[in-house]
Structures are given as C-alpha cells and as structure tokens.
C-alpha cells in the first residue's frame, strides 16, 4: 500500500510539469518548431489559436476555440485561454496534456500565475501509458514547495471501452500534501476499496519523498528449523550516498542474531558489505558450533573508460546457516561463490583477471568440496585478417585450482582459430574454420574419500571416468602433460525454397582432427557435464570446458525444414547425426558419440493458434532405441488449456555401470480452466515420476526395486485481471530422489496489486536433518573406482 499511495506523487509531479510548460510572453511571436527543445527553453512557445486577441489597454490575451501549445515533445491543447498582466493570472478551460512518455493529464479548468510556478488546475484526471487512472478534485500549488491535492483516487485497472466499471480495487486519500522542504509527502483519510466497498481505512500517514532515517517494515515468519522468527530493522541514512541498515532478529528455535548492511555509492562504482552473527544452538547445526553467521562484500568499480573491478566476497559458518533463514536471499543455495578480479572491454579485445573460491552449502555433495581458483587469466582477440571474410579468434588463458583434498591443477592454453564465410549468388552459404589449440598442465592427482552414499535428483547425470576405474591413487601422483590439438572444419547448406510455404535446407560439415588427445594425465575439472542434442550437433565441442577436447575427425550432416501452413500455423523440424571417422573421446560415448554413426537427434516444433509443442529427441541406431526424449508445450484456449512437459534420459554402457541404465522418467502436467468466469480459473497439477529404481552394490546392498509415486501434486484457485492477481493453492510433495526434502503438505497464497505490492506465503520447507541423515547407511569403499550415483 505504502508503494500505491506514494504514486498519487506522480500526479503531483505532473501537475508541477503542467506549471512549468506555460510560457506566455507579454509580446506572442511565431516560432517554428524546434527538435531540441533543451536548447531553446526560454524562448517562447509555439502556439496555435482559430481566433484571438489581445487587449493593449486592459493588457489582456484571449484566445477563443481550440488553442494548441507546443514546446519539444510537450503539447497542450485547451479549448479557452485567457491571459490577464494586470491580475497576473493565466486561465485555462478544458485543456489536455500530452508529453513524450505517453501520459495523459485532462483538466476542466486552471489558474496560474504569470511565472507558472504556482497555480490551481481542477477536475484533474490523468491516464498514464501504464493505463493507470488518477483522478482529483483540486491541485493546488501555493509556491516552489508546495503542493496539495484535494480528493484524489487512484487506481491501475482500466476503465473499459463500452461503458465505466467500478474498478476492482482503488485508494482513495481525501487530502495528499507535498512539502518539498521537509521531503514528506502527507496522507488524510486514506481508504482501499475492493470493487467500490471500502476494505482498509488509514486516518492518517506520512511518507519521505527522499530516504530518510527510521524503522522499516518487520519481518515475520516461521519454518521448521528456526522456528517462529522476527526482526525490526533500522534504517540509517548517513548522507545521500550511504546508508545502514541493521536488524535484530529473534528466532524460537535459532536464538537472538543481528544483522546488518552498509551501502555506499561513489562517483564510479558503489561498496556493500552485509552480515549476520547469530548465537545458536549447538544442536542446530552439523558440527554443533555455538556461533554461527555470513559476512558478504560487494565491491564494483570503473576506474576508466575500459576497466573496471569488482569484488563479490561470501562466507558462511556452516552449510545449513542460509537454509531456515530466507530473509538473506540464500535458501536452496547449493554453494556460494565468490569472485574478484578486473576487467578490461575494448572494440577487438577482453581481458580479465579474477579469482574465484567456492564454498560448498550441500550437504549431500560428493564431489571434493570447497574450492579456489586463483588466479584465472583470459584474453581474447577477435578481428578481421587480411579480408572482411577472413576473421581471426585468439585465447589465451591460465588457471590454478586448489583443493584441500583430492585433484589440485594448474593450467595454460593457448587457442587460436581463423574464419571464413562465403555466400555464393546462388544462395550456398560457405563457412570455413582452422583451428590450433595448445594447452600446458601441471597436475596433483589424489583420491579422497567419499563421504556417504548420495542421493540425487532424476536429472543428475552419470559418468565414470576411466582414469579412476583403472587407476587408484593411494599416494599422490604428481602429472605433468602437453597437448596440442589441430582442428579444420568447413560447412556448407543450400536452403531450397519449395512454393512460397517451405524452406528445406540440407547442412553438412566435416571436421578434421586427430584422435586420442585426451589423456589420464590431465584432470577433468571444468567439462564433465558432456551434452549431445540438436542444438550443438555443428559445434566445435560437446564438452563445456577445456580439460576435454571433442577429438577425432568427422562427419555431421542434418535437414531443416520450415513450413508456413497459413498466417496462423508454423512448423519447423530438424533431424542430424554424426559419424565419427576415428574414435571420439571416450567420454562422449555415454551421451550417444561411439565410433561411426552416432545416435540421431532432432527436434519438431509446431505454433498455431490453440497449440504451442517441442518435441525433442535422441535415438540410438540402428534399433532407434529411444535415449532422450522431450516434450512440452500448452494445448487449449483461454477457456481450457493443458500444459506440460515430457522427459525420459537413459544411458545404455552396460559394460560400464551395470547397474544402472534409466536417469530420469518423469512428467509434469497442469490442467487450468476458466469455465468459471473470465477472470477466474482452477488449476490441478501433478509431477509423477515413472522411473523404477534398481540398486546393486556389492558388499552392501542386494538388488532393491522402488516404485516412486507422484513426486508432487495439488489444486489451486485463482483470479486474474490487469490489476490484481489471486493464487491460493494446496500441494502434496513426495520427494523420493531429493535427500534435502521430506514429503508434507504446503499450502500457499498470493495477493499481487498492481503497483501497490505483492502478499505471499513461501512454499513450505520440508528440511533436512543434519545430524540423524543417512546414518545407516555405509560409506562407499574410496578405492572403489567408480563415481556413480545411487537413487533410493
């Protein structure tokens, strides 16, 4: 509400711009229009009048029938204008005003002062280009600080065409005054009315049109790890460039905290350094520390046209410390990062220098841990060589990583790639690339051990690296290795255009390299999340990094078709595949890459007036077993609409992991219907997962089926319009593959206001247990050599 009624301000500002626009001279002349209006602001205005005089004994103007004032992008037009020098006032009736942000401000009637800065405009109403209305009986500005409104209602749902409705949801303020002196702008019998009957009455308020020192708004709330929690913040302005902010918390079950956060803003940048300290029970957290807290520090700077710095430093007491406490931002953060460094932009080259360090949050990770990067070091270089259709493309780069325990790596590359794209007249499109990449590593490999059996998500990938299935490092072992990768590609599509519907374009590529670059000796940090699909079967690489290079020479060729059904309807399809000439990293094996023909993916897409579909896909061959598939997409009008989504991951290596194959199965649907009546609509939604999960660990386990029922499901009701949104929902979740949630019930609702705030609940946390989690289960072996996952 607060936010709402301080945009009745908005009126006042523009009431203020009405004064300022009239510029009657004692002498009226023609002036032509000009552009620039800013540079020509004391000069007179152009006016436009049917009929007029003025009256050199009395000394007054009159201007009868419609009147048009411009000046720039203002214009005003009023149907009478009256100017009288010896009363000095200027008199308006029936006039519009119009400036270049679209708002529109009508009035019946005005009197102002020569100098139009002081004056009264009655009967105002305004419509802004957010089609918000405002309406007053009576504006009236007594001098440069002053400004008072007298009966004013606002409100952001738009009137209708045919006939005016009483609007959903208005406020109303008898009397509105701004006092530019004192920076407060007062509000008398304020009243919110929910479709004309009044729901919240407030005698009387203040807000500060300039920030300003005092208490702010609480905070309240409770979950199942802090319990019932409250804090009063205490704003703190030290001067128009710093503020503090500081708020004492209290919590049932997590003890008193105080908090806090200090805010500058300087000429090329701007400083905050934020933090908690909260004496808590031990028995709150993991390792059962008293003391527990974050501190954060946010520093970004341009100390030249070309460079800037910044510093984004977090640190935290524990893992589960940002878990129960959502006023800091941090709730379902599986790590916090934290990065410092510069950077330097110029028209052909980039270079940065940053440190990165992460702290891990998760408490079911079992990956090595925290992290630091320091220092990375990247430039780039990209610009036309010798001819506009030659382009060259040079990195250099450098990082060291550290680790308290397992992998520790230094690395530096060097990659350096030439372009070359050619349209013939016939319409095929030519693109040529010659690549060199060199890379230098210097490597700690060690083992560590794997703390407990993870559970993950049905999307979390599998992989097993074959550097740890053949190799066990009970001591450290110290690599040092060179590589140097070569690489030619050329390409080349021809669109054929069938009738004026279709667009068929074949597209291949070949790719030269050499095979087996990838080696144990180099630890792969940055590119194991290795992806096949439609939308990189033509890029250079499947891996995301550099510690793995998409090596060996091949062959991708594809079809894409674009068909146009009527002005309505659009369909577009794309079907590729690859054929690898010599062995492809052994990595890529599992996503769907051995040597020959690969799996084949592609895509179908259909727009239409009652339907939005994707369809994605990869299959393997030459049985077309289906290893990826998804779908999503809305079916339906306004009245009755389904959407949803499809997807099913597999992995087929059963030479491998024989244990496992699925890795996710899983659907997601949402029925909405507005049969009700146009602004209301029920909803019904449901996540099942229909993955069967079998486990086999030797010396641990035996095999183990699990069928998993819906993950999560739940109704909601809800009402729509331009200015108010309604959700109140009941959902059931059911997390069987999230070791971070338990099943429960959650019941939520939402209250948005146009431009006056929004009222939610959070969804219910359904937290973890630190210290009872997964205790009976038993550790993986650390030289067990396989890195896989386990779903329960």
């Known amino acids: 509400m607060v936010s709402c009624l301080f945009k009745v301000g908005i009126l006042l500002y523009y009431a203020d711009f009405a004064f300022a626009i009239f510029s009657i001279q004692p002498t009226l002349r023609y002036r032509p229009h000009i552009q620039d209006w800013k540079l020509h602001q004391d000069s007179p205005f152009l006016v436009e009048l049917q009929e007029g005089g003025y009256d050199d004994t009395h000394h007054i103007l009159k201007v009868s029938g419609l009147c048009t004032v411009r000046k720039g992008n203002i214009q005003l037009e009023c149907k009478n204008l009256v100017y009288d020098q010896a009363k000095s006032k200027v008199f308006v009736w029936k006039a519009h005003l119009k400036d270049s942000s679209g708002d529109r401000i009508f009035f019946e009637k005005g009197v102002l002062n020569p100098t139009l800065t002081t004056g009264t405009l009655n009967d105002v109403r305004m419509l802004t280009y957010l089609r918000e209305r405002i309406t007053a009986r009576k504006i009236i500005k007594s001098s440069e600080e002053k400004i008072r409104g007298e009966h004013i209602s606002y409100t952001p749902c738009y009137a209708c065409k045919d006939k005016l409705e009483t609007p959903l949801w208005s406020l109303h303020s008898s009397i509105v005054e701004q006092n530019q002196q004192t920076s407060e702008t007062e509000y008398t019998d304020t009243t919110l009315k929910l479709k004309g009957i009044p729901l919240l009455y407030i005698p009387y308020f203040y807000l500060p049109t300039r920030p300003r020192s005092g208490i702010l708004a609480p905070y309240m709330g409770a979950n199942v790890g802090a319990g019932f929690y409250t804090g009063l913040p205490y704003y703190y302005r030290i001067n128009p460039h710093q503020d503090l902010k500081i708020t004492p918390f209290y919590m049932t079950k997590g003890g008193g905290m105080l908090a806090s956060d200090y805010r500058r803003r300087f000429f090329q940048g701007e400083l905050r350094v934020s933090g908690a300290a909260n004496?808590?029970?031990?028995?709150?957290?993991?390792?059962?520390?008293?003391?527990?807290?974050?501190?954060a520090l946010d520093l970004e700077t341009h100390f030249s046209p070309y460079w800037r710095f910044f510093m984004h430093e977090y640190s935290v007491s524990d893992r589960t410390f940002f878990t129960t406490r959502p006023f800091f931002g941090f709730t379902s953060a599986p790590y916090l990062e934290s990065k410092s460094g510069v950077e330097g932009f110029y028209p052909k080259h980039w270079v940065s220098l940053r440190t990165l360090r992460y702290?891990?949050?998760?408490?079911?990770?079992?990956?090595?841990?925290?992290?630091?990067?320091?220092?990375?070091?990247?430039?780039?270089?990209?610009?036309?060589?010798?001819?506009?259709?030659?382009?060259?493309?040079?990195?250099?780069?450098?990082v060291s990583l550290y680790r308290k325990e397992g992998t520790q790596m230094q690395r530096a590359s060097l990659d350096t790639m030439l372009e070359t794209h050619y349209l013939t007249p016939q319409g095929v499109q030519f693109h040529g690339s010659a690549r060199l990449g060199q890379a230098v590593y210097s490597a700690q490999l060690r083992s560590f051990a794997l703390r407990e059996s993870p559970i993950y998500t049905p999307f979390e990938p599998v992989y097993v690296r074959p550097e740890h299935a053949n190799v066990s490092y009970p001591v450290p072992i110290n690599t040092h290795y060179y590589r140097v990768f070569p690489e030619a590609e050329g390409s080349a599509r021809y669109p054929f255009i069938l009738g004026w519907r279709w667009i068929i374009t074949p597209i291949i590529q070949g790719v030269a390299a050499p095979s087996g670059i990838n080696s144990w000796r180099i630890p792969n940090q940055d590119s194991e999340n290795a992806q096949f699909h439609d939308g990189n079967l033509l890029a250079h690489s499947r891996f995301p990094g550099l510690d793995r290079v998409d090596d060996g020479s091949r062959i991708n060729y594809a079809v894409q078709i674009q068909g146009k059904v009527?002005?309505?309807?659009?369909?577009?399809?794309?079907?590729?595949?690859?054929?690898?000439?010599?062995?492809?990293?052994?990595?890529?094996?599992?996503?769907?890459?051995?040597?020959?023909?690969?799996?084949?993916?592609?895509?179908?897409s259909w727009n239409g007036p009652w339907a939005k579909l994707l369809y994605r896909f990869r299959a393997q061959?030459?049985?077309?077993?289906?290893?990826?598939?998804?779908?999503?997409?809305?079916?339906?009008?306004?009245?009755?609409?389904?959407?949803?989504?499809?997807?099913?991951?597999?992995?087929?290596?059963?030479?491998?992991?024989?244990?496992?194959?699925?890795?996710?199965?899983?659907?997601?649907?949402?029925?909405?219907?507005?049969?009700?009546?146009?602004?209301?609509?029920?909803?019904?939604?449901?996540?099942?997962?229909f993955k069967k999960n079998s486990v086999y660990i030797p010396e641990f386990y035996t095999h183990q089926r699990r069928f998993n029922r819906p993950l999560n499901q739940g109704v909601g009701l809800g009402y729509e319009n331009e200015c108010f949104l309604l959700d109140l929902f009941v959902q059931y979740s059911r997390y069987r593959m999230a070791a971070d949630l338990r099943p429960g019930i959650s019941f939520g609702i939402s209250i948005n206001f146009k431009q006056l705030g929004q009222i939610r609940t959070k969804k219910q946390l359904f937290s973890r247990n630190p210290d009872a989690r997964q205790a009976d289960r038993p550790p993986l072996s650390p030289v067990s050599g396989i890195e896989a996952f386990f779903p329960m």
């Open 359 to 398: 702290q891990n949050l998760s408490l079911d990770d079992v990956t090595q841990g925290s992290c630091a990067v320091a220092p990375e070091l990247k430039y780039c270089y990209k610009s036309e060589l010798f001819h506009k259709r030659l382009a060259t493309d040079i990195e250099i780069g450098s």
């Open 566 to 604: 009527n002005n309505t309807q659009h369909i577009e399809g794309y079907i590729g595949q690859r054929y690898s000439i010599t062995k492809p990293a052994l990595e890529l094996g599992s996503v769907g890459i051995p040597k020959g023909f690969s799996d084949v993916v592609g895509r179908v």
């Open 279 to 295: 004496s808590a029970p031990k028995q709150q957290t993991v390792d059962h520390q008293a003391f527990r807290g974050y501190g």
């Open 621 to 689: 061959v030459p049985q077309l077993r289906s290893q990826v598939h998804m779908v999503g997409g809305t079916v339906g009008t306004p009245v009755l609409e389904c959407s949803g989504s499809y997807v099913f991951v597999a992995i087929d290596l059963k030479e491998r992991a024989p244990f496992y194959r699925t890795l996710a199965h899983q659907a997601t649907l949402q029925i909405k219907t507005n049969l009700l009546t146009r602004h209301w609509h029920v909803r019904a939604f449901i996540t099942q997962n």
